[in-house]
């Protein structure tokens, strides 16, 4: 009775230790950075606009962020948007003087 309870539990652990986790494919990040920039960029305003590289959260909190500012020179223009990823809406706010590295 005790080696079937054991080889039970070890099955049971075994099956669910292998659960496959389903990565997405390059295809479908690029696809989804074009989606949040595109989002970001519009709600930004900025109609010479340069998005910084995509900063994730914890998938826990649903939302992704960017920097986007203005290119034009001299200008200090920048707004942080927060994209939600579940309904695909995109929040700025002005976030003038802040920096952050651009898209590659």
């Given at each position: 009775m005790t080696q079937r309870l054991i080889a039970l539990a070890l099955a049971t652990?075994?099956?669910l230790a292998s659960g496959v986790a389903h990565a997405s494919s390059p295809a479908a990040w690029a696809q989804?950075?074009?989606?949040v920039t595109r989002a970001?960029?519009?709600?930004?305003?900025?109609?010479?606009?340069?998005?910084?590289t995509i900063v994730g959260f914890d998938d826990r909190t649903g939302m992704v962020a960017?920097?986007?500012?203005?290119?034009?020179r001299g200008s200090t223009m920048?707004?942080?948007?927060?994209?939600?990823?579940r309904t695909q809406?995109?929040?700025v706010d002005d976030a003038?003087?802040?920096?952050a590295p651009p898209q590659r």
């Open positions: 652990t075994a099956t989804f950075d074009k989606r970001c960029v519009a709600a930004s305003g900025i109609r010479n606009a340069l998005p910084s960017m920097l986007v500012s203005d290119r034009t920048s707004k942080l948007c927060l994209y939600n990823k809406k995109a929040y003038e003087m802040w920096s």
